[in-house]
């Protein structure tokens, strides 16, 4: 999992993308292509 500053790059790389907040924490999370994955925070 990458830890980035902007999340909002990585949404745009692909459609499966989703945030979700966890924890006062925001993730990016993607089913199709796991490598997507990333944590703000």
Request: without cysteine; hydrophobic residues 35%.
């Amino acid at each position: 999992m990458k830890i980035k500053n902007s999340l909002k790059a990585l949404m745009a790389r692909d459609r499966n993308n989703k945030l979700v907040r966890r924890k006062g924490r925001v993730y990016i999370i993607n089913k199709k292509a796991p490598r997507y994955k990333a944590r703000q925070g």
